[in-house]
């Protein structure tokens, strides 16, 4: 990765300037440090007002349902996982940059299909076979 720059795919780079972040302290283990220094990294980014990404991934990030991501189209990643702000920054992006690769697959499109002939017969027989036990139910056994 460029130091000026967030790079996700050949030809697909997030710069810097695009990327908001703001040092929160951690919670969980630490000591008394948990308390005193920011290392947590909260990494903003607008999917929606990017300039950066091509039309169709942005379509297929904003539509994917994500807790991560606000009504406003702004992804929002909390790395808190490393004790020093450093390696939380470094998991912030790389997490930030899997997010945008999951959206470079494009999912392929259904075909709709009709059953078989004999699919739907099995299913009426099926069908019928189940409503005969359902029938017979109940039923006194006339013994001979």
Request: proline share 6%; hydrophobic share 35%.
């Amino acid at each position: 990765m460029g130091t000026d720059a967030v790079d996700i795919a050949p030809g697909i780079a997030i710069p810097e300037g695009e990327l908001s972040e703001r040092f929160v302290t951690a919670s969980g283990p630490g000591g008394q440090n948990v308390n005193k220094v920011a290392s947590a990294v909260e990494l903003r980014f607008s999917i929606r007002l990017s300039p950066s990404l091509p039309e169709p991934l942005r379509e297929r990030l904003l539509r994917r349902r994500d807790r991560r991501l606000t009504d406003d189209g702004v992804l929002v990643i909390q790395a808190q996982r490393y004790r020093d702000q450093s390696r939380n920054r470094e998991d912030a992006r790389e997490r930030l940059a899997d997010f945008i690769r999951a959206g470079l697959h494009v999912p392929k499109a259904r075909i709709a299909t009709k059953p078989t002939r004999a699919s739907q017969q099995r299913r009426v027989d099926s069908k019928v076979g189940r409503g005969a036990i359902k029938r017979n139910r109940g039923r006194p056994r006339l013994d001979d």
